[in-house]
């Protein structure tokens, strides 16, 4: 049981690229979300999808666009890099409800925009 | 709007010794979960210990307890017999019943000296 599985862990951009930060998780799990967290903050959450073909953003959506085509994957897309998007990516999914309401982390993606 | 509220950015405590995280939230919800989420440096976000709204009883699991106080909206954690692998980012987070997104607070750095 691998959990939530985000690839890459480390991403170098430059100004102006775009990228793709993927997730796939194997828990049939309907809740997925993208968070960011900067050097010595808390987590804030970007955007996240209650089940396939569901989204809806969180609290700094800006720079970023997300699908959900399948329960497993949730991609985080960057278009245009800006240095502001420095930051480690978070993915988690989660059951929520009466009983559970638990999140699922993966290890995070750390990118670097120079 | 629902808040939680860390206000030790930052706390030290001696290998063997007991130390307490404190957390406060803001909500008018009643059916609601608290949760602590421990980040080591491998940035793996990792559930500590959850508590129900509805239960009176503080939770605890093994080393780690929670003082629960619904009146005065608390949620302190408590860490007994403190070990090195304990020393980590701590974080408080809250989620009300029909709610599909954890609120986090912006962490206590715990470093456990030998």
């Known amino acids: 049981n691998a959990g939530v599985t985000q690839t890459p862990k480390f991403r170098i951009l430059k100004i102006g690229q775009s990228m793709t930060l993927q997730c796939t998780q194997d828990?049939?799990?309907?809740?997925m979300y993208w968070y960011r967290q900067d050097p010595g903050m808390g987590l804030k959450l970007i955007y996240y999808?209650?089940?396939?073909?569901?989204?809806d953003k969180g609290e700094v959506p800006n720079g970023y666009n997300v699908s959900r085509s399948t329960t497993e994957d949730f991609p985080l897309r960057l278009e245009l890099a800006a240095p502001s998007q420095t930051s480690v990516y978070f993915c988690?999914?989660?059951?929520?409800?009466?009983?559970?309401?638990?999140?699922?982390f993966g290890a995070g993606s750390r990118l670097t925009v120079l | 709007a629902q808040t939680v509220t860390q206000s030790q950015p930052e706390m030290s405590v001696q290998e063997a010794e007991t130390v307490t995280l404190s957390c406060t939230y803001d909500?008018?919800?009643?059916?609601?979960?608290l949760f602590w989420y421990k980040q080591p440096p491998s940035r793996q976000m990792i559930l500590v210990i959850r508590q129900e709204a509805y239960k009176q009883q503080n939770a605890t699991e093994n080393r780690f307890s929670v003082n629960f106080q619904k009146a005065a909206k608390s949620f302190s954690l408590k860490i007994s017999d403190s070990q090195l692998g304990d020393t980590a980012m701590y974080f408080c987070?809250?989620?009300?019943?029909?709610?599909?997104?954890?609120?986090f607070g912006k962490g206590t750095k715990l470093t456990v000296n030998p």
């Open positions: 909500t008018s919800e009643s059916n609601y979960y």
């Open positions: 828990m049939n799990h309907n809740y």
């Open positions: 988690a999914s989660g059951v929520l409800g009466s009983g559970a309401n638990v999140l699922t």
């Open positions: 999808s209650v089940g396939a073909g569901i989204t």
């Open positions: 987070a809250f989620i009300w019943g029909g709610s599909e997104k954890l609120v």
